[in-house]
């Protein structure tokens, strides 16, 4: 299970909307407890590709929020980001491009009125919708 | 001698290079992170003659990205 903040999600939710339709991401850090996940804190990062179609984390806002998490006590938990006119699950390019299997992967989903976050664990090809609590 | 790897400290042999370090660290597809060194982002072809010193601070990051 990972739960988020109420907070966090309109974060995140409003920094997506900004961002339409250029896709928008950031990461995700918090504690561990046990095999739960709880979000602390939400990263807002830049979209180094500026695409509608595809993202890539700016490296030095990357290293950057890293450095903020270890400031803080906070593990890094994974990363966000939005599909502006796509569904929330992961794409092809997406799990061929998760790499860190521990990670959790939320894809925020605009297409619809009602916006639809979901979180995933991606392991090689397999993609596993994982429980989310916003709270 | 003793550096800093993603947060911790950790004593490694004197003169070790970045792609050693990669090596010992078993970084998991290292192809796709790239290395820092006291903020310097390290380029792929210089993790070979890179050279860690004491209390160097180093961190491996993760290629994110993806597409719908």
């Given at each position: 299970m990972i739960t988020l903040k109420k907070a966090d999600f309109d974060k995140i939710l409003a920094h997506a909307q900004s961002e339409a339709p250029i896709e928008a991401c950031g990461l995700i850090a918090g504690e561990l407890d046990g095999e739960d996940k709880i979000v602390k804190k939400v990263y807002i990062l830049t979209n180094v590709d500026h695409a509608e179609e595809h993202f890539t984390l700016d490296p030095k806002e990357q290293l950057a929020a890293i450095k903020d998490m270890r400031a803080n006590g906070l593990t890094p938990l994974g990363n966000w980001h939005s599909h502006p006119v796509s569904p929330s699950r992961p794409s092809e390019e997406d799990k061929r491009l998760?790499?860190?299997?521990s990670a959790s992967y939320m894809i925020l989903s605009l297409m619809d009125d009602v916006p639809v976050l979901n979180s995933f664990h991606i392991e090689g090809d397999k993609a596993e919708k994982e429980q989310l609590v916003i709270e | 001698m003793i550096i800093t790897v993603a947060g911790v400290k950790k004593e490694v042999k004197d003169g070790i290079t970045v792609a050693q370090l990669v090596i010992d660290e078993n970084v998991e597809t290292p192809q796709y992170v790239t290395v820092t060194v006291n903020d310097d982002f390290v380029e792929n072809s210089q993790l070979e003659s890179t050279v860690l010193h004491e209390g160097d601070t180093v961190e491996f990051l993760y290629f994110m990205g993806g597409g719908q």
């Amino acid at each position: 299970m990972i739960t988020l903040k109420k907070a966090d999600f309109d974060k995140i939710l409003a920094h997506a909307q900004s961002e339409a339709p250029i896709e928008a991401c950031g990461l995700i850090a918090g504690e561990l407890d046990g095999e739960d996940k709880i979000v602390k804190k939400v990263y807002i990062l830049t979209n180094v590709d500026h695409a509608e179609e595809h993202f890539t984390l700016d490296p030095k806002e990357q290293l950057a929020a890293i450095k903020d998490m270890r400031a803080n006590g906070l593990t890094p938990l994974g990363n966000w980001h939005s599909h502006p006119v796509s569904p929330s699950r992961p794409s092809e390019e997406d799990k061929r491009l998760a790499y860190d299997s521990s990670a959790s992967y939320m894809i925020l989903s605009l297409m619809d009125d009602v916006p639809v976050l979901n979180s995933f664990h991606i392991e090689g090809d397999k993609a596993e919708k994982e429980q989310l609590v916003i709270e | 001698m003793i550096i800093t790897v993603a947060g911790v400290k950790k004593e490694v042999k004197d003169g070790i290079t970045v792609a050693q370090l990669v090596i010992d660290e078993n970084v998991e597809t290292p192809q796709y992170v790239t290395v820092t060194v006291n903020d310097d982002f390290v380029e792929n072809s210089q993790l070979e003659s890179t050279v860690l010193h004491e209390g160097d601070t180093v961190e491996f990051l993760y290629f994110m990205g993806g597409g719908q």
